[in-house]
């Protein structure tokens, strides 16, 4: 057996593990956040706006139609939804714990 095959393995593992490290470090570097200006950021003030992301609408609900009245509707509406989820998902436990 050739004694270098242990110390080419062994860098190779160190260069892994370097690597790794220098990957994860780079996850938690902070990244530079573009402040836009546009009617959404009225809603920054609300109740669940947090530091990180601010008024956060992933699916673009309020893009294009964004005053107080419809955010309070659909805030309403997904509290309702909720609420609703909920209570299936209790109804559910109930059930399964044999309680008709």
Same mark, same amino acid.
């Given at each position: 057996?050739d004694?270098?095959i242990?110390?080419?393995?062994l860098f190779?593992?160190?260069?892994?593990?370097?690597?790794?490290?220098?990957?994860?470090a780079?996850?938690?570097?902070?990244?530079?956040?573009?402040?836009?200006?546009?009617?959404?950021?009225?809603?920054?003030?609300?109740?669940g706006?947090? %530091?990180? /992301? #601010?008024?956060?609408?992933?699916? =673009?609900? !309020?893009?294009?139609?964004?005053?107080?009245?419809?955010?309070?509707?659909?805030?309403?509406?997904?509290?309702?939804?909720?609420?609703?989820?909920?209570? %299936?998902? /209790? #109804?559910?436990?109930?059930?399964? =714990?044999? !309680?008709?």
């Amino acid at each position: 057996l050739d004694s270098s095959i242990p110390k080419i393995i062994l860098f190779t593992m160190k260069s892994a593990i370097i690597a790794a490290l220098i990957g994860s470090a780079a996850a938690f570097a902070p990244a530079p956040v573009a402040k836009t200006t546009s009617a959404i950021n009225a809603f920054e003030d609300e109740l669940g706006a947090q %530091a990180p /992301l #601010g008024f956060f609408d992933p699916f =673009g609900m !309020l893009a294009g139609d964004a005053t107080q009245e419809r955010f309070d509707r659909l805030r309403y509406v997904e509290i309702k939804h909720g609420r609703i989820a909920q209570l %299936a998902f /209790l #109804g559910q436990v109930v059930t399964r =714990g044999g !309680l008709h």
